[in-house]
């Protein structure tokens, strides 16, 4: 009998007969749905989560180079924006050096929610991570770097071979930089 993610969950050795892709949207699918009704309970979108926890660690970006760490258009973006702006959590000012650059810049408010709304992410995580152990979870760190690398290398490589720009992904913190900081 195939080992399934049940299966395998319980110790099986083989992996399932389904591929990585399903594996991981199903854990991804999951993942947001729990983070998004946490975020629910603090009246924030799971879109503009995304866009303050960018700003928390890059303040002052343009928005377009926002929309790009973020993995979403810069049309899409804009209506993300406008109602973190209208709710006061960020500002926009056009860049004095290039007024066609329009920067993000967060407000006291976007910063004072930024401790409840990693809380909730930070909940998800420790729920993902129930059973687990601390080598465990490097493994799959490690596995998952290995695997997105792979999959971005191929799309940069595509995207070269058909001369067409970079797939819109989204980029992750790396680092956590005080505001202010470049």
């Known amino acids: 009998m195939p080992d399934?993610?049940?299966?395998?969950a319980e110790g099986a050795t083989q992996p399932p007969p389904i591929g990585i892709g399903k594996l991981l949207r199903r854990s991804h699918l999951a993942f947001s749905k729990l983070l998004r009704d946490r975020l629910k309970d603090?009246?924030?979108s799971f879109s503009e989560f995304v866009h303050l926890e960018r700003l928390w660690y890059d303040d002052g970006l343009n928005q377009t180079e926002l929309s790009r760490r973020v993995g979403i258009e810069t049309a899409s973006s804009t209506t993300v924006l406008d109602a973190l702006e209208k709710r006061g959590y960020i500002r926009r000012e056009r860049d004095a050096r290039d007024r066609r650059n329009v920067r993000v810049f967060l407000e006291p408010a976007g910063a004072e929610i930024e401790a409840k709304l990693l809380e909730c992410a930070a909940g998800i995580n420790a729920i993902a991570r129930e059973g687990?152990?601390?080598a465990d979870i490097a493994e799959f760190f490690r596995i998952m770097a290995i695997i997105a690398g792979n999959?971005?290398?191929q799309n940069r490589?595509?995207?070269?071979?058909?001369?067409?720009?970079s797939p819109v992904t989204p980029?992750?913190?790396q680092t956590r930089r005080k505001r202010g900081q470049s």
């Open 4 to 8: 399934t993610p049940r299966r395998l």
């Open 42 to 44: 603090h009246d924030i």
């Open 132 to 134: 687990l152990s601390k």
């Open 151 to 153: 999959l971005e290398a």
């Open 157 to 165: 490589g595509a995207s070269r071979k058909a001369d067409k720009a």
């Open 171 to 173: 980029e992750l913190p």
